[in-house]
């Protein structure tokens, strides 16, 4: 099936007054999100897209010239995407498999040439041990300070089985070694840490370590190593606030779209496929992500007793879970490291005459229900006659909104923070005008008796 086949079953729904079928719509939405490379074109979008030619068609009566037009308009489209490939096969399907088996057979090296960066990009793939063979594509991208590109490469998809994945995963928590970080929080051999009655929140909502973008489509490149070092740069400025303020226990909600996707498939819990912006190799994202949250975790230690809890996003559900287990297993006989066994979508923290909420915001994007959900949910309401503050943490949305509701003379009300994502912007976004915003990682500090509230935040 293609665009303009498409497009005239659309034709005759219309002509029938038939009810367009909801998976007809699914269907094409997932075609079209494949055409343009995008991590999604939803349902509306292509019956916006389809309606807005059907109506010019019918203003037309018709017309077979018009019809001509709209099918070839819908015909470039589809070579956006598949290039010149020739749909050779019976039922004149292409296939994300027929588009890299023609695109790998491209000449990158002789592009590269025409481009005038031959030797920037033999010299990059030396670098980075990349045979040419492997190079699925190579995105250019013109600017005034030159021509810049981005070398995606054939990833091997074989499967482990179970078992091979399993040994994988024991041999990577077998040979982490914890880091020795005394010289980085106390360097000298006298100092000593006092505890302050204060608990502190360092939120990283919506990282999206696997998320990559390219220069050509956007204003920036990232890849998962970039992403690892922007990440653990910003956590090591973020800790040294928490340290100055010298805590008695970190929470780290860990999760809240950790990651870009959901598993193998390459696509979110849903099943929303985000091929071409996600690193490929989704085990090796899994275990760079697990060390990287072990790292943090193990300089947090040298702060103050640490609190895991585990957010699962919509991207990212069953990986979080995964997390949640590795976790345990890493650190069942540390004292200073309580790993929370719990994957509920709204969790809850009593520090003193403070109560904390936690939820990655997809299924609370109504503020004003915040209050009453943490009133009635049998994990915070009884606390809630005991409290003098209130605060609940969210994300999803990628950008900052704070709200208060229920003031009154004796409760300060409920806060509510929807946080700022930390990821980079992708061809979506970007295209959308969603690039704006800064990426920055939390730190919130708050006394045991809710008088003092403290927040720093590191701009990414």
């Given at each position: 099936?293609n665009?303009?086949?498409?497009?005239k079953?659309?034709?005759?729904?219309?002509k029938?007054?038939?009810?367009?079928?909801?998976?007809?719509?699914?269907?094409v939405?997932?075609?079209?999100?494949?055409?343009?490379?995008?991590?999604?074109?939803?349902n509306?979008?292509?019956?916006?897209?389809?309606?807005?030619?059907f109506?010019?068609l019918?203003?037309?009566?018709y017309?077979?010239?018009?019809?001509?037009?709209?099918?070839?308009e819908?015909?470039?489209?589809?070579?956006?995407y598949?290039?010149?490939?020739?749909?050779?096969?019976?039922?004149?399907?292409?296939?994300?498999?027929?588009?890299?088996?023609?695109?790998?057979?491209k000449?990158?090296?002789?592009?590269?040439?025409?481009?005038?960066?031959?030797?920037s990009?033999q010299a990059?793939?030396?670098?980075?041990?990349?045979r040419?063979?492997?190079?699925?594509?190579?995105?250019?991208?013109?600017k005034?300070?030159?021509t810049?590109?981005?070398?995606?490469?054939?990833y091997?998809?074989?499967?482990?089985?179970?078992?091979?994945?399993?040994e994988?995963f024991?041999?990577?928590?077998?040979?982490y070694?914890?880091?020795?970080?005394?010289?980085?929080?106390?360097?000298d051999?006298?100092?000593?840490?006092?505890?302050?009655?204060?608990v502190?929140?360092?939120n990283?909502?919506?990282?999206?370590?696997?998320?990559?973008?390219?220069?050509?489509?956007?204003?920036?490149?990232?890849?998962?190593?970039s992403?690892?070092?922007?990440?653990?740069?910003?956590?090591?400025?973020?800790?040294?606030?928490a340290?100055?303020?010298?805590?008695?226990?970190?929470?780290?909600?860990i999760?809240?779209?950790?990651?870009?996707v959901?598993?193998?498939?390459?696509?979110?819990?849903?099943?929303?496929?985000?091929?071409?912006?996600?690193y490929?190799?989704?085990?090796?994202?899994f275990?760079?992500?697990?060390?990287?949250?072990r790292?943090?975790i193990?300089?947090?230690r040298?702060?103050?007793p640490?609190e895991?809890?585990?957010i699962?996003g919509?991207?990212?559900?069953?990986?979080?879970?995964y997390?949640?287990?590795?976790?345990?297993?890493?650190?069942?006989?540390?004292?200073?490291?309580?790993v929370?066994?719990?994957?509920?979508?709204?969790?809850y923290k009593?520090y003193?005459?403070?109560?904390?909420?936690?939820?990655?915001?997809?299924?609370?994007?109504?503020?004003?229900?915040?209050?009453?959900?943490?009133?009635?949910?049998a994990?915070?309401?009884k606390?809630w006659?005991?409290?003098d503050?209130?605060?609940?943490f969210?994300?999803?949305?990628?950008?900052?909104?704070?709200?208060k509701y229920?003031?009154s003379v004796?409760?300060g009300?409920?806060?509510?923070?929807f946080?700022r994502s930390?990821?980079q912007?992708?061809?979506?976004?970007?295209?959308?005008?969603?690039?704006?915003?800064l990426?920055?990682?939390?730190?919130?500090?708050y006394?045991?008796?809710?008088?003092?509230?403290?927040?720093?935040?590191?701009?990414?």
């Open positions: 099936m665009l303009k086949r498409y497009f079953e659309y034709i005759e729904f219309q029938s007054s038939e009810v367009v079928p909801t998976g007809f719509w699914i269907d939405a997932n075609y079209w999100s494949e055409t343009e490379g995008n991590e999604r074109v939803d509306d979008i292509v019956r916006k897209r389809f309606y807005r030619r109506k010019k019918k203003k037309a009566n017309s077979d010239d018009v019809l001509d037009d709209i099918l070839k819908l015909d470039e489209d589809d070579k956006t598949y290039g010149s490939l020739v749909d050779t096969y019976t039922d004149n399907k292409v296939n994300q498999h027929d588009y890299e088996e023609y695109i790998t057979k000449n990158w090296s002789k592009e590269a040439e025409n481009e005038g960066v031959a030797d990009y990059f793939l030396k670098e980075h041990n990349i040419e063979e492997d190079v699925v594509n190579v995105y250019f991208k013109q005034a300070s030159g810049y590109f981005t070398v995606q490469k054939k091997d998809t074989e499967e482990l089985s179970q078992e091979e994945v399993k994988e024991i041999k990577s928590l077998e040979e070694k914890v880091p020795d970080y005394s010289k980085t929080f106390f360097p051999d006298d100092s000593e840490f006092v505890y302050k009655e204060r502190c929140f360092i990283a909502f919506d990282a999206h370590l696997d998320k990559i973008t390219f220069i050509d489509t956007t204003d920036s490149e990232s890849s998962l190593d992403n690892i070092e922007q990440f653990e740069r910003a956590f090591d400025k973020i800790l040294r606030h340290q100055n303020e010298e805590p008695e226990l970190i929470v780290f909600p999760g809240n779209d950790y990651f870009h959901n598993g193998s498939e390459l696509a979110t819990k849903k099943g929303t496929e985000m091929k071409g912006s996600v490929p190799n989704y085990r090796e994202s275990r760079k992500g697990l060390n990287l949250l790292r943090c193990d300089k947090m040298f702060i103050a640490v895991l809890r585990f699962r919509n991207h990212d559900s069953d990986q979080i879970s997390l949640l287990e590795c976790l345990l297993l890493a650190y069942e006989d540390q004292d200073d490291v309580n929370v066994d719990n994957i509920k979508s709204r969790q009593r003193g005459k403070c109560l904390f909420g936690m939820a990655h915001g997809d299924k609370e994007r109504r503020a004003s229900q915040i209050p009453q959900r943490m009133s009635t949910d994990e915070s309401k606390h006659s005991d409290i503050l209130a605060v609940f969210l994300g999803d949305i990628h950008h900052e909104k704070k709200y229920m003031d004796d409760f009300g409920v806060h509510v923070k946080l930390m990821s912007t992708d061809t979506w976004h970007w295209e959308k005008g969603f690039n704006g915003g990426k920055t990682l939390y730190c919130f500090v006394s045991k008796d809710g008088k003092e509230e403290i927040e720093f935040k590191t701009n990414i």
